[in-house]
């Protein structure tokens, strides 16, 4: 399968791998996909009192396609509010990356992945607020 | 003991799939060459040299293929490989006694041919029974006695699984067959010149064989067929009665030549390329089990071929492995590359949980590869393994001491 260079770029040198604290109050956690699905997406932002995402991070147990939707997520959300962030489609990321017909559902994936972070994060902001 | 010389360019990756396909011995092609010029004559024709001579050699490498597996040359037939081979095997027996009896029996780890040939017989009102192997991959015999009935006209087990490369117990499921009265058909394309095969003291009656394989060319192989007792099928292809009636068309000399040399050289170089396989493979599981954990050996290691490992990586996605092993051809155990996204049926088949399923390669070794292509290798699969495990969230909850099975995952 031939893969494009932006891909291939992602999987090698990903952005951001990493772990932020996932007790602390102004980080969202999402945890998406399944091991016996062969994909797996942690993802999480770190919000300022801004409003803006900091930081963000990634780890994916998944195929190069997967590995590279989720360094490219986390490169696209920073400095957005998570409003802006929230509306990043699956399709965006699968233009960007020429993900071939296959491998759309890791697009999908990520997607989910940053989705299920800002749904973290706004939970714990508004248990803090009660 | 046989001089392995490097065949690849440089500029190639190291080959580790010698299960897929094998590339040509530089003295079978040598062998096949003035076949395919001078000595090209029909081997059929009877009326001048030009047959005779191909003919020549074509009897010849009947010869070659049936001193490898303790056969007479008579009960040879040249096929187009091991597809044919087991589709003919299995269609043409159970076609020719279906009076008398309709069962087949087979397991859950054949390949794909085998399989589906099943799946057609059973559109066609035959019975079959797919028997499930044990957690090493090799079939039960307690499990097979059961199943064979005396309405049973076949047993068809592979000799070597091609992802596990695990050597199933042929001489004890020959005599179950004998006992029972069913014929015993092998599919042999990974076995053949890997391990010693003896149709007589295994109770072999029909034995597929593949050429490229075993360092011959494609497009050709063979089917053995007992004749004492005699085994009756029913061809695939009919026209000329060519092959005993069983495989009309005319013979492809050039392939047959390579195929009878590549059994010969086979022959010859297999104990000691057993052992040197043997130890090349040891040196690569050492090398990796001591710089990795959380390493699970698919498939009986004690059974089976030299020239096979299938190991999983746990944490690690085998496809995104592979991605990152560039310099290495292996395959994935799971099928990901393919526009399924299951993980191997065999894996599956030995209770190998599809999240480690997803994890697994295969690596085939062979007759070129060398001691420092296994270095290169061990290295190379370390550092991605390493790189891949430093971002896999499953490897940081494994080491948080968080059981993966105890989250509830979204299906998807």
Not at chain 1, 73 to 92: F, L, S
Not at chain 2, 213 to 235: D, E, H, M, S
Request: net charge negative; with cysteine.
């Amino acid at each position: 399968m031939a893969y494009s260079e932006k891909l291939i770029d992602h999987y090698e040198n990903p952005r951001n791998i990493g772990s932020l604290d996932k007790n602390s109050e102004d980080v969202g956690t999402g945890l998406v996909g399944a091991p016996a699905c062969g994909d797996v997406m942690k993802l999480q932002i770190k919000v300022g009192p801004d409003g803006l995402i900091e930081d963000a991070k990634f780890k994916t147990f998944g195929c190069g396609s997967a590995i590279a939707s989720s360094s490219l997520v986390t490169e696209w959300v920073k400095g957005k509010t998570i409003d802006e962030a929230e509306t990043i489609k699956n399709t965006d990321i699968a233009k960007h990356l020429a993900l071939p017909p296959v491998k759309i559902h890791c697009s999908v994936l990520a997607e989910d992945a940053i989705k299920a972070a800002i749904a973290d994060y706004r939970a714990k902001a508004a248990q803090k607020s009660e | 003991m046989n001089a392995v010389t490097q065949i690849r360019r440089n500029d190639q990756p190291i080959y580790l799939d010698y299960q897929a396909t094998t590339p040509m011995d530089p003295r079978v092609l040598e062998a096949m060459m003035p076949y395919f010029t001078h000595k090209f004559g029909n081997a059929h024709s009877r009326s001048h040299s030009y047959g005779w001579e191909a003919e020549e050699g074509v009897e010849k490498a009947r010869v070659q293929v049936a001193k490898l597996i303790g056969a007479d040359e008579k009960e040879v037939i040249f096929t187009s490989g091991a597809t044919e081979s087991n589709n003919l095997a299995i269609k043409g027996v159970a076609e020719f006694y279906k009076d008398r009896r309709n069962h087949i029996v087979t397991t859950v780890t054949e390949h794909k041919c085998v399989l589906d040939t099943c799946r057609h017989l059973e559109q066609q009102g035959f019975e079959v029974t797919y028997l499930p192997v044990q957690q090493n991959g090799l079939v039960d015999l307690d499990v097979l006695r059961a199943a064979v009935t005396d309405k049973t006209v076949v047993v068809s087990i592979m000799a070597v699984n091609n992802e596990i490369g695990v050597i199933q117990p042929l001489a004890e499921i020959g005599k179950i067959c004998r006992e029972k009265g069913a014929f015993f058909h092998t599919d042999a394309a990974q076995a053949v010149g890997k391990i010693p095969l003896d149709v007589e003291a295994m109770n072999i009656d029909l034995m597929s064989i593949s050429g490229h394989k075993i360092y011959g060319p494609k497009g050709i192989g063979a089917l053995y067929v007992r004749r004492k007792p005699r085994v009756r099928l029913v061809p695939l292809i009919v026209g000329g009665g060519q092959e005993r009636g069983f495989r009309s068309g005319t013979l492809p000399t050039p392939l047959c030549v390579g195929l009878g040399e590549a059994c010969e050289i086979a022959a010859k170089e297999m104990d000691a390329e057993s052992r040197r396989l043997t130890k090349l493979r040891d040196r690569m599981l050492k090398g990796l089990q001591s710089k990795l954990s959380d390493l699970i050996i698919n498939g009986d290691l004690d059974h089976r071929i030299p020239g096979n490992l299938n190991i999983s990586f746990a944490y690690v996605e085998g496809e995104s492995l592979m991605m990152g092993i560039k310099n290495l051809s292996v395959s994935s155990g799971s099928a990901c590359t393919s526009a399924s996204l299951e993980p191997s049926y065999v894996l599956r088949a030995l209770g190998v949980e599809e999240e480690m399923a997803h994890t697994s390669l295969r690596i085939g070794l062979g007759r070129f590869t060398t001691e420092h292509e296994i270095d290169t290798a061990v290295d190379e699969l370390v550092r991605h393994v390493t790189k891949l495990r430093e971002m896999s969230p499953l490897w940081e909850m494994a080491q948080e001491g968080i059981d993966i099975k105890s989250i509830e995952w979204a299906a998807h």
